[in-house]
């Protein structure tokens, strides 16, 4: 992470019991256990869904959190069981600026049209897609951003299949200024620049949500949330991947 500087602390959870995801909310069906002390998500199948009602079964689980614009998130990931696709949602608030649980704000349920095209702004990382055959042979990460779903960055994912994952990955987002930067076991995935125009205006603070398509099952430890700021020497340089 050569670009960016941790700064203070703003957050941590360990992620290995029910009392650690109290304050969390879930959205959709989903079940939330704690083998071996990390966070397992899954979905609660249901018999009536058919594959045109899939987004249904999906689900995002918030960290009732609010933090500031500029931060570095890091989490341990391990995909247990596929097919299925993780979201990082990320800076999540209303269109107009509202808290992200305000009253006024349409209920969601886990349907994915409700977080790209309903009544909130936010940033989605896609980190683990094997959902479909396209995203199964080619394994890609995707940056998008709404109001609108709009794909920013796109850039090829290390992470193989779950049969092949040994261990957790640490994943680590960088939102700071107008960048965003997504690194997989300290690996430069990608460095986004937002131009504040092209895809609408620049997002700032919010909360953060795992979201997670069915069947999947995946699990989580050791969140941090930490300020981020650029280092000098890289203030006036292009944002771009340094090994």
């Excluded at 941790?6 to 256990?33: C, H, W």
């Excluded at 998500?41 to 009732?64: A, G, H, P, Y």
């Excluded at 680590?172 to 125009?197: H, M, R, S």
């Amino acid at each position: 992470m050569l670009r960016y500087r941790r700064g203070e602390l703003l957050y941590q959870n360990p992620l290995k019991s029910q009392e650690d995801t109290a304050e969390f909310v879930m959205e959709g069906n989903g079940i939330v256990e704690f083998p071996e002390g990390k966070m397992r998500l899954k979905t609660l199948m249901r018999e009536d869904i058919t594959d045109d009602s899939q987004q249904k079964t999906n689900i995002v689980f918030w960290c009732n959190q609010e933090f500031p614009s500029d931060i570095v998130i890091e989490f341990n990931y391990l995909p247990v069981y596929e097919p299925g696709l993780c979201i990082l949602f990320f800076s999540a608030k209303g269109r107009n600026g509202e808290d992200l649980f305000a009253p006024g704000l349409k209920k969601r349920t886990g349907d994915y049209s409700q977080y790209y095209d309903g009544d909130i702004n936010c940033f989605h990382l896609s980190y683990f897609r094997r959902k479909y055959d396209t995203e199964r042979h080619f394994h890609v990460c995707n940056l998008r951003k709404s109001h609108g779903g709009h794909i920013v960055c796109q850039a090829p994912n290390p992470i193989p299949e779950t049969g092949s994952c040994m261990k957790p990955y640490h994943i680590t987002l960088v939102k700071c200024e107008n960048e965003v930067a997504f690194y997989i076991d300290e690996l430069p995935i990608f460095c986004w620049q937002d131009d504040g125009e092209t895809f609408g205006g620049l997002l700032g603070g919010g909360k953060i949500g795992f979201r997670q398509m069915s069947p999947g099952i995946f699990e989580y430890s050791d969140l941090e949330v930490h300020r981020a700021s650029i280092c000098k020497e890289y203030l006036n340089t292009p944002c771009t991947v340094k090994y």
